[in-house]
């Protein structure tokens, strides 16, 4: 029992120095080679299709179309029968309804169909799917000390991040395995004193050109621990 005490006790000591002596700038750097090795991201030209399973049997399928250079974005999402088209390229926004330009005011109100909405589709999902990478984005503020952290049993290495005010206003918090720098869990509060907010555990590989991105994400409330929904990256297509 003592050996078991004394084991533990250096293996945290341990996981504590390897915090200590790296650097906030040299984990994320870590992360990206990890996920992005061939920083494909800032050159992405193709399509994700994603699920999301929602805990009452729901189901939301979105086709998400992206071309970084061309800074284009389009996600189609279907849900309920209905299909919602939201394309950005550049300045320029379109918007339709089950195929349709033409929406009526009503349906606007009842499907949130606006041009700003579109744009937080856009950030959200660039934002998710993209990081590590997007932490390299400006006005992003990343605390100066490395922590560690145990989640759900396992030790991590942990990135502090807040945001300028124009950029976002949650304080998030990023977990990276300590062996091989994947990131495996992020968190996201809107007053932490509060325990609001949501983490999201990720789980699996999507290898696209050399570039890894988890393939699923669960979605729980920090306070309840209550599971929100699952979304599954299903398959990936290059544009020609």
Known sequence: MLKYR???????????????????????AKSIEYHDPNGVWTKLHGNLYITMSYPDGQRRFSKIEIDMPREYFRLTSKKDGITIEQTL???????????????????RKAHRLTCERAVTMKNYYLYLYGL??????????????????????????????????HVGKDTWY????????AMEVYQFFHDESLNDGEYILLDGIE??????????????????????????????RKLN
């Open 6 to 28: 004394l084991f533990v006790l250096v293996s945290i000591m341990s996981f504590a120095g390897i915090a200590q002596e790296i650097t906030p700038a040299a984990l994320l």
């Open 89 to 107: 390229e550049k300045g320029d926004c379109s918007i339709k309804l089950n195929g349709k330009s033409y929406i009526s005011e009503e349906d």
């Open 132 to 165: 590590p990478m997007k932490l390299k984005d400006p006005g992003t503020r990343i605390n100066p000390k490395v922590e560690t952290k145990s989640f759900k049993g396992k030790e991590y290495l942990v990135l502090k991040v807040t945001y300028e005010e």
């Open 174 to 181: 990023f977990y990276f395995d300590p062996s091989t720098y």
């Open 207 to 236: 290898e696209i050109k050399g570039m890894m991105i988890p393939k699923k994400r669960s979605w729980y409330t920090n306070k309840e621990n209550k599971l929100l929904g699952t979304d599954l990256l299903t398959e990936y």
